[in-house]
């Protein structure tokens, strides 16, 4: 496993886009673009620790926690962070 996430770490591509969510902590949020083969690491790891396998997977680096529609809605906010992505 351990080349499987070195592997995933060198495959990593990044800041794919900035979003929102009514969800507290997804208020705003950076989506991140990373290799299938975490997803893969992710379900043997919970295969060989014999727990259920885990749901959906949503890389992502939380901004702020809590926002409100109209937070969310400033530009100021997101065009402070659109130059994130792809870095």
Known sequence: MQGDILRCAAD??????????????MSL?????VPDVLGSCRRRLAKDLQVEEPGAFR?????????S???RGQEGIIGL?????GR
């Open 59 to 67: 890389p992502h680096i939380s901004l702020a926690y809590g926002l």
């Open 12 to 25: 990593f591509r990044g800041v794919t886009d900035v979003a929102s969510s009514s969800a507290y902590f």
């Open 81 to 85: 962070t659109t130059g994130l992505i």
């Open 69 to 71: 529609d109209e937070q």
């Open 29 to 33: 949020f950076l989506d991140l673009e």
